[in-house]
């Protein structure tokens, strides 16, 4: 068994590209809705994916969230939540500053805060892999395991090649609904592109001892 794992489960990294004065290019999901903004996913084989949309806004609010992140790679959590909070009433069309709302406010321990502003982020693009498989994270933390799993799967639904919502759905099916089919599936998934995993390499040796293979 490997429980001590689980609650290692690795979050999704945005991509934060800032363009001129107006205009903030962050981490979110294609759509097709012209009420949304415009946005686009590229996928680069051997780093993953960059998830972009476009949308104006003043260059106070660019530089609020700069700053934002600055506070939160600082340790800063408090000035960091409150500055995220302004930046996504001025913005609330973009879905990175709730992301990174819900991640931050999951580290400060706020799990209902988290699911709040993960769900909203949702609601405003929702194919945002990151924000489902963060959504995923606090919905296994609070034992809600089938919401989980469907959160697992709609980021993998949106790009297959997820290999962090893979990995966690493939601890979920293992150590929380017992379905090892599902476990070892997702598991040999994700070696796909995470080979160097030794750890993960390990649990799927176990897995197949136990399903007798």
């Given at each position: 068994?490997?429980?001590?794992?689980?609650?290692?489960?690795?979050?999704?990294?945005?991509?934060?590209?800032?363009?001129?004065?107006?205009?903030?290019?962050?981490?979110?999901?294609?759509?097709?809705?012209?009420?949304?903004?415009?946005?686009?996913?590229?996928?680069?084989?051997?780093?993953?994916?960059?998830?972009?949309?476009?949308?104006?806004?003043?260059?106070?609010?660019?530089?609020?969230?700069e700053e934002a992140l600055r506070y939160l790679?600082?340790?800063?959590?408090?000035?960091?939540?409150?500055?995220?909070?302004?930046?996504?009433?001025?913005?609330?069309?973009?879905?990175?500053?709730?992301?990174?709302?819900?991640?931050?406010?999951?580290?400060?321990?706020?799990?209902?805060?988290?699911?709040?502003?993960?769900?909203?982020?949702?609601?405003?693009?929702?194919?945002?892999?990151?924000?489902?498989?963060?959504?995923?994270?606090?919905?296994?933390?609070?034992?809600?395991?089938?919401?989980?799993?469907?959160?697992?799967?709609?980021?993998?639904?949106?790009?297959?090649?997820?290999?962090?919502?893979?990995?966690?759905?493939?601890?979920?099916?293992?150590?929380?609904?017992?379905?090892?089919?599902?476990?070892?599936?997702?598991?040999?998934?994700?070696?796909?592109t995470v080979p160097s995993d030794d750890e993960?390499?390990?649990?799927?040796?176990?897995?197949?001892?136990?399903?007798?293979?």
């Amino acid at each position: 068994m490997h429980t001590s794992t689980a609650d290692r489960l690795l979050n999704a990294r945005r991509n934060v590209v800032l363009l001129a004065a107006s205009t903030l290019l962050m981490s979110a999901c294609a759509t097709t809705e012209t009420t949304r903004p415009p946005s686009r996913i590229e996928i680069q084989e051997e780093v993953g994916f960059t998830i972009t949309e476009k949308a104006r806004i003043g260059g106070d609010v660019r530089a609020d969230y700069e700053e934002a992140l600055r506070y939160l790679e600082q340790g800063r959590h408090d000035e960091g939540i409150a500055l995220l909070e302004a930046v996504a009433a001025a913005a609330p069309q973009l879905s990175a500053p709730r992301i990174d709302l819900g991640i931050a406010y999951h580290r400060a321990g706020s799990l209902d805060a988290a699911e709040s502003n993960l769900v909203l982020a949702i609601q405003s693009n929702p194919d945002q892999p990151v924000a489902h498989n963060e959504l995923g994270i606090v919905y296994r933390k609070t034992g809600r395991f089938a919401q989980a799993r469907e959160s697992y799967e709609a980021a993998l639904e949106i790009y297959p090649g997820f290999h962090f919502a893979r990995r966690n759905l493939a601890i979920l099916c293992d150590l929380y609904l017992a379905d090892l089919n599902c476990a070892l599936e997702n598991y040999e998934a994700y070696m796909t592109t995470v080979p160097s995993d030794d750890e993960a390499s390990m649990w799927i040796s176990d897995i197949r001892y136990r399903l007798g293979q």
